[in-house]
């Protein structure tokens, strides 16, 4: 019998694509997000590489050219004969009328500017050591003349190095943050959906109590006699065996123990510094209520078995957190950390990844929505029966149904963490000098009010544009990646 070249895609008109082809197809409908991407990605790499394209160090300054304007570059000489770009010394001087400064050129000798020039030595990638710079020339070294092609700042320091120095902070910041946030977000979110009405132990009590009847444990054999053996402890003990979830039995009791002894610890001290305050009849009424509770948990801990449900108790959590006011907490933290001897740069990354600690709720509560009706698919059961863990079941087959959904939160999320450095640098909360970030130095735009933004212009113009710039490229990133990711999109 002759064999046949079977095509099962022939005469369908079309080839069968995957989920991800048919994501980017909608997302290259997109021309802007296309761009934004490509700004982005440019945006990142001179930031990575802010030794090599800034002609100076972050923190190199020129104390006697304070505020000096962008660096004219000539490609012209005196003549009108096109040559190599060029640059002329610059002098400080005062007008004796108006008492202001100016920025006089003495083109008397040219500074030629080359590219890929030896200039001043520094770490590439934080390791290598080198002093390859893209644009400069001995005489940039030497301080014979300055190139500063956006200006500088109040202590003279070069503004153009400074912006992709600043850019590490700026535009890294926002990937960290929303990365905790992520990660806390989706693990919190996820327990919360899939054991959603099941109920967790607090506690276990490790003696089964006195008051417990005889008749209650009839029936279940053997296991159940004795004193210790009734217990909650033994009772989770032998089901943890018999479900083999021993380790992760043992976790949660060590957790779970943890934070009940650390609640005994923290009501005792209050009651100490209360009693230690108080006197007469207010004394007494404190010691029989603090008693009565230490008494309570105590009780709990040796006899008791406190369970609550897990959906409940991360939901009520996500609430509690969502009512801290976030710029009260970040004036606290950067008071806090400003007493030790951290760079502020670190310092404010401390700040920002707790925020990031506090602020997974939000995402919490949609993460779970997402579980709480994927649990209930086919596959999930599925990979139940089949014998899949509830780990296993949740990380492996539930939660990378939320991935789309993530990857559009984390695009528009990264914005916000930016433009909130830049607001609290810009108040002072966030990155100090001699660091640099874009709110940092658009904070300089402000000292002299408003007299000195119109004599200034650069200090205002090319933070802020950057700053504008990122955000607008994110939120067109992520508003064709919502579009693109929604699995209910029709191909067209």
């Known amino acids: 019998m002759p064999e046949h070249d079977t095509n099962l895609l022939e ?7 995957s989920y991800w082809q048919k994501a980017w197809q909608r997302f290259r409908r997109h021309p802007f997000a296309r761009w934004a991407g490509g700004v982005l990605l440019l945006l990142y790499l001179l930031a990575l590489f802010a030794d090599f394209v800034g002609p100076y160090p972050e923190a190199k300054s020129f ?27 610059v002098e400080r001087t005062r007008d004796l009328r108006t008492f202001k400064l100016e920025f006089k050129e003495d083109c008397s000798t040219h500074y030629p500017i080359y590219f890929f020039v030896h200039g001043y030595p520094y770490k590439f990638l934080g390791f290598i050591p080198t002093d390859l710079h893209l644009f400069g020339g001995p005489w940039l070294v030497n301080e014979e003349a300055y190139l500063f092609l956006w200006g500088t700042d109040d202590f003279g320091r070069d503004l153009f190095s400074r912006i992709w120095f600043g ?6 910041i926002g990937i960290l943050a929303v990365t905790v946030a992520i990660f806390l977000g989706v693990f919190f979110g996820g327990v ?36 210790f053996a009734g217990g909650a402890l033994a009772r989770g003990w032998r089901e943890a065996v018999r479900d083999r979830r021993l380790p992760l039995y043992v976790a949660g009791l060590v957790l779970q123990y943890g934070l009940w002894l650390g609640g005994i610890y923290l009501i005792g001290l209050t009651m100490y510094g ?9 004394r007494f009424v404190a010691a029989l209520i603090f008693g009565a509770v230490l008494l309570y948990m105590a009780w709990q801990l040796f006899f008791g078995a406190v369970t609550i449900d897990v959906d409940d108790l991360i939901m009520r959590t996500t609430e509690i957190l969502a009512a801290i006011p ?6 606290i933290l950067s008071g806090m950390m400003a007493q030790y001897d951290l760079p502020s740069s670190m310092r404010f990354l401390l700040v920002l990844t707790i925020l990031a600690f506090v602020g997974w709720g939000g995402l919490a509560r949609n993460i779970r929505g997402f579980v709480l009706q994927l649990r209930e698919m086919e596959y999930a059961h599925a990979a139940k029966a089949l014998g899949a863990s509830d780990a296993r079941t949740l ?41 640099s970030s874009w709110g940092l130095l658009l904070s300089k735009a402000q000292q002299g009010g408003i007299a000195a933004m119109r004599d200034r212009p650069w200090l205002l113009f090319f933070p802020g544009f950057f700053i504008f710039v990122s955000i607008l490229a994110y939120n067109y990133l992520g508003d064709a990646l919502r579009d693109a990711l929604d699995p209910r999109a029709e191909q067209r």
Not at 11 to 17: D, K, N, V, Y
Not at 63 to 89: M, S
Request: some cysteine; hydrophobic content about 40%.
């Open 63 to 89: 104390r006697h050219l304070q505020f000096a304007p962008p660096t004219t570059v000539h490609f012209k000489t005196e003549d009108g004969r096109w040559t190599r770009p060029y640059v002329c010394k």
């Open 274 to 282: 209360f009693l230690a305050i108080s006197e007469g009849m207010e």
């Open 326 to 331: 976030s710029l009260f907490l970040l004036i």
């Open 167 to 172: 850019g590490r902070i700026s535009l890294t």
């Open 395 to 435: 990380f492996r087959h539930i939660i990378p149904g939320t991935l789309g959904y993530l990857i559009v939160v984390a695009s528009l999320a990264i914005p916000g963490y930016i433009l909130a450095e830049s607001a609290l640098s810009f108040l002072g909360l966030g990155i100090q000098d001699p660091s």
């Open 192 to 227: 919360s959906g899939y054991f959603a009405g099941q109920r967790m132990h607090l506690v276990r009590g490790i003696f089964r109590s006195p008051f417990k009847r005889r008749g209650f444990s009839e029936g279940r054999g053997d296991a159940d006699d004795g004193f």
């Open 11 to 17: 005469g369908l008109g079309e080839r069968s694509q």
